[in-house]
């Protein structure tokens, strides 16, 4: 199975701050790469798919990036609605996996 | 709008059965697979498997080895309704199941790749 790690684990930030989130697939996924963003009795939501297309809806503070197997979640000017935990998804080949998330809050 | 919305909360004794529904609204339902992917309490996020149609063919599936041999997803178009029933309940079971809809990338219809929306979660809990 294709493994999916996320870094850092947690972080503190404040509004307004720019915040990266990177998630390391243990092979090759070409741009299979998705991202979700997760709230504590929510449904998660797709933010990027096929490693930086946003999807429509979002905001467009929210930014990915693709080199090699490294992947980056941007969100610029970090709003308070944004605090949550953030999923990586590669879709490249089966099972599909996911990063063990990111959880992000308030400074 | 696209929505997707499942069955309510179920409590389940070990060794038990639970089927989950997931019913589809706001789009042409057999033109989109659909993923079940759980989520046990203080923990990530998991993908089980997912249905498709792809060829005209009702109900492709692709099942995560973890649940293999215990998991069945199938799809009723008449209803536009998703189901997911996993068989043998652990402890380890109990989660929040959610349903998709799946997306395809590079327009090829075989495999979904990305998934919104996402039905609001159905809790599983497995108890004595």
């Known amino acids: 199975d294709i493994q999916m790690t996320q870094s850092p684990s947690s972080l503190s930030a404040s509004v307004g701050d720019r915040v990266t989130i990177t998630c390391r697939a243990s092979q090759n996924i070409a741009s299979y790469l998705n991202w979700y963003q997760k709230k504590p009795g929510k449904a998660p939501e797709l933010l990027i798919y096929?490693?930086?297309s946003v999807q429509g809806g979002v905001p467009s503070r929210f930014s990915g990036s693709i080199s090699g197997t490294d992947f980056t979640l941007t969100i610029s000017n970090v709003q308070p609605e944004d605090f949550a935990t953030f999923y990586c998804q590669q879709s490249y080949t089966t099972p599909y996996t996911f990063g063990q998330g990111t959880k992000l809050e308030i400074k | 709008q696209v929505q997707l919305v499942q069955s309510g909360a179920e409590v389940k004794k070990p060794g038990a059965s639970v089927k989950v529904s997931c019913k589809a609204s706001?789009?042409?339902?057999?033109?989109?697979?659909i993923t079940w992917v759980r989520q046990a309490p203080g923990q990530g996020l998991e993908w089980m498997g997912w249905?498709?149609?792809?060829?005209?063919?009702?109900?492709?599936?692709n099942y995560a080895q973890k649940f293999q041999g215990r998991v069945t997803m199938t799809t009723d178009t008449s209803s536009t309704t998703a189901y997911m029933e996993l068989r043998s309940l652990t402890s380890d079971d109990t989660a929040v199941y959610y349903c998709a809809r799946g997306r395809y990338q590079d327009d090829d219809p075989r495999n979904p790749n990305w998934f919104d929306p996402w039905g609001q979660g159905t809790l599983v809990t497995v108890s004595s």
């Open positions: 706001g789009y042409t339902f057999s033109s989109y697979g």
């Open positions: 249905i498709n149609f792809y060829n005209g063919y009702n109900g492709n599936t």
């Open positions: 096929a490693a930086s």
